[in-house]
């Protein structure tokens, strides 16, 4: 059980898909927001695993997971998460978006693949919005 003062390890992809970026627009209580895919690490998993399989999941293509990047953290109602942020690359050049058969109980509700970013564009985490500035 995790106890609720302590952050949950998180792991997110930014795939490089010829210098375009996939963000994920998940709908929220507050409306939506922008995101990249990943998610928690399960309890004995490694952080590259988990990122391949939450991948896998939420957009339905396999990556192949590269260098740590950056860090950032969020909190949403009182969990705390801190989240690593890995260079990725699609292990296949024919990728086809899905996001029909996540099976977690967050709702994405959209998709792009984005070549810059401009800050205020589109509703993000402030972290995340500074690690996509940075690339």
């Given at each position: 059980?995790?106890?609720?003062?302590?952050?949950?390890?998180?792991?997110?992809?930014?795939?490089?898909?010829?210098?375009?970026?996939?963000l994920l627009e998940q709908s929220t209580s507050n409306g939506s927001i922008w995101t990249l895919p990943g998610g928690k690490i399960e309890?004995?998993?490694?952080p590259r695993a988990a990122l391949q399989r939450e991948v896998e999941e939420e957009?339905?293509?396999?990556?192949?997971?590269?260098?740590?990047i950056d860090i950032y953290d969020f909190q949403y109602d009182s969990v705390h998460v801190v989240a690593t942020v890995f260079?990725?690359?699609?292990?296949?050049?024919?990728?086809?978006?899905d996001t029909s058969s996540n099976p977690a109980d967050e709702t994405i509700i959209g998709h792009e693949w984005v070549s810059n970013f401009q800050p205020g564009e589109r509703?993000?985490?402030?972290?995340?919005?500074?690690?996509?500035?940075?690339?």
């Amino acid at each position: 059980m995790n106890n609720m003062n302590s952050p949950l390890p998180a792991v997110k992809a930014l795939i490089n898909n010829n210098d375009r970026y996939l963000l994920l627009e998940q709908s929220t209580s507050n409306g939506s927001i922008w995101t990249l895919p990943g998610g928690k690490i399960e309890f004995g998993e490694a952080p590259r695993a988990a990122l391949q399989r939450e991948v896998e999941e939420e957009v339905g293509f396999s990556v192949t997971v590269g260098s740590p990047i950056d860090i950032y953290d969020f909190q949403y109602d009182s969990v705390h998460v801190v989240a690593t942020v890995f260079e990725c690359s699609p292990e296949n050049q024919n990728i086809m978006v899905d996001t029909s058969s996540n099976p977690a109980d967050e709702t994405i509700i959209g998709h792009e693949w984005v070549s810059n970013f401009q800050p205020g564009e589109r509703v993000m985490n402030e972290g995340l919005s500074r690690v996509f500035q940075s690339v």
